[in-house]
T-cell receptor, first 115, second 111 residues
Framework: KAGVTQTPRYLIKTRGQQVTLSCSPISGHRSVSWYQQTPGQGLQFLFEYFSETQRNKGNFPGRFSGRQFSNSRSEMNVSTLELGDSALYLC??????????????FGPGTRLLVL | DQQVKQNSPSLSVQEGRISILNCDYTNSMFDYFLWYKKYPAEGPTFLISISSIKDKNEDGRFTVFLNKSAKHLSLHIVPSQPGDSAVYFCAAYRPGNQFYFGTGTSLTVIP
């Protein structure tokens, strides 16, 4: 079974631009969660999507948004990029989602650098 | 507001000895705890979990201990092996909410 895939793996943008990251979950998984990892903050929860609906949201500004498609693939968008958005963005998939306390399977992440 | 804290950014242990990684949390609503291991250029992988109704869970060389009164979680690895060298994250789940992760502890097992 293929694991969670994320594209692109690396990205360089400049302040003010926007970016879209993609995540393909493990086949059959309906929940996709997104996390931001920075050295000082660890993994910070952005949001969870389940069956195309946002089910949970972390404490991030509205510049961070996401969506999920009918095939469970998910995209995350960050608009008006700031230097502080430089981070590793991880997505994780699971069968029934966070509410079921299920094991999350993480992708390798997208490394975003904002200049 | 960091609700899950790993106060040791790094730990070095000799091969064959015990590794003890610690995690503290502040929210008494957490009822499920996990440890993840992360190698460079890979995503975190699930290692072991424990429910708040238990105080210990064991899986091979890995044991997780939960002290609810102290709001403290620890992961013991015995014996430690060089392949265990990785960053370890603890995470806590708040029902109806989300998982909260610590900042990670980088473990180095010296051959």
């Amino acid at each position: 079974k293929a694991g969670v895939t994320q594209t692109p793996r690396y990205l360089i943008k400049t302040r003010g631009q926007q970016v879209t990251l993609s995540c393909s979950p493990i086949s059959g998984h309906r929940s996709v969660s997104w996390y931001q990892q920075t050295p000082g903050q660890g993994l910070q929860f952005l949001f969870e999507y389940f069956s195309e609906t946002q089910r949970n949201k972390g404490n991030f500004p509205g510049r961070f948004s996401g969506r999920q498609f009918s095939n469970s693939r998910s995209e995350m968008n960050v608009s008006t990029l700031e230097l502080g958005d430089s981070a590793l963005y991880l997505c994780a998939s699971s069968l029934a989602g966070l509410a079921g306390k299920e094991t999350q399977y993480f992708g390798p992440g997208t490394r975003l650098l904002v200049l | 507001d960091q609700q899950v804290k790993q106060n040791s950014p790094s730990l070095s242990v000799q091969e064959g000895r015990i590794s003890i990684l610690n995690c503290d949390y502040t929210n008494s609503m957490f009822d499920y705890f996990l440890w993840y291991k992360k190698y460079p250029a890979e995503g975190p992988t699930f290692l072991i979990s424990i429910s708040s109704i238990k105080d210990k869970n064991e899986d091979g060389r890995f044991t997780v201990f939960l002290n609810k009164s102290a709001k403290h979680l620890s992961l013991h690895i015995v014996p430690s092996q060089p392949g265990d060298s990785a960053v370890y994250f603890c995470a806590a789940y708040r029902p109806g909410n989300q998982f909260y992760f610590g900042t990670g502890t980088s473990l180095t097992v010296i051959p």
